[in-house]
């Protein structure tokens, strides 16, 4: 079975911290992405990643960064966690062309305190 | 930029009966996505669809290319259905959300 990893399930930080939010894919998928999800709000993408090392901004990338150092691997850190973004983070892969093999994590709840 | 709309926004169904969502789209896709979100689950795709129909047990996903709109059908609803249903487009890189149908089915 395909498998998009999300290392935490819940999360709880303080606000200041500098978090780190793990997504690892094993389908060998190009395009890597990173979402919220608010009530009313739907899923709003942050960042996405076409290929190792590089990333493109989101909707709403503001307070967020993104590594991709290897093909399998996209980090979302939180350089100062703040109390608006809590929320369900979502990571999603697939292959080149949106449309092909969209596979979700099953999400990181994090709250910030 | 493609908008994503759904209806109905919210939808009380008894065990057993059938249900529709309906989702419509402004701009040609390369393919429509349905996906279930369980209460604090992550997402499972369901369908993707580029034309016509699938069917996967119990559920029936059509999409009409020409009127940019696609339904999702639950023949036979069971409680294990409540879920938030949400439909996504893709074309190009960029894949849009649509704010998604909670479904709830009571015994």
């Known amino acids: 079975d395909v498998k998009v990893t999300q290392s935490s399930r819940y999360l709880v930080k303080r606000t200041g911290e500098k978090v780190f939010l793990e997504c690892v894919q094993d389908m060998d998928h190009e395009n890597m992405f990173w979402y919220r999800q608010d009530p009313g709000l739907g899923l709003r993408l942050i960042y996405f990643?076409?290929?190792?090392?590089?990333?493109e901004k989101g909707d709403i990338p503001e307070g967020y960064s993104v590594s991709r150092e290897k093909k399998e691997r996209f980090s979302l850190i939180l350089e100062s966690a703040s109390t608006n973004q809590t929320s369900m983070y979502l990571c999603?892969?697939?292959?080149?062309?949106?449309?092909?093999?969209?596979?979700f994590g099953s999400g990181t709840r994090l709250t910030v305190v | 930029k493609n908008e994503v709309e759904q209806s109905p926004q919210n939808l009380t169904a008894q065990e057993g009966e059938f249900i529709t969502i309906n989702c419509s789209y402004s701009v040609g896709i390369s393919a429509l996505h349905w996906l279930q979100q369980h209460p604090g689950g992550g997402i499972v795709s369901l369908f993707m669809?580029?034309?016509g129909k699938k069917k996967h047990g119990r559920l029936i996903a059509t999409i009409n290319i020409q009127e940019k709109h696609s339904s999702l059908h639950i023949t036979a609803s069971h409680p294990r259905d409540s879920a938030v249903y949400i439909c996504a487009v893709s074309y190009g890189q960029n894949f849009v959300f649509g704010p998604g149908t909670r479904l709830s089915v009571l015994p």
């Open positions: 669809l580029s034309s």
């Open positions: 999603a892969s697939s292959l080149r062309g949106a449309g092909y093999g969209y596979t």
């Open positions: 990643s076409y290929d190792v090392k590089m990333k």
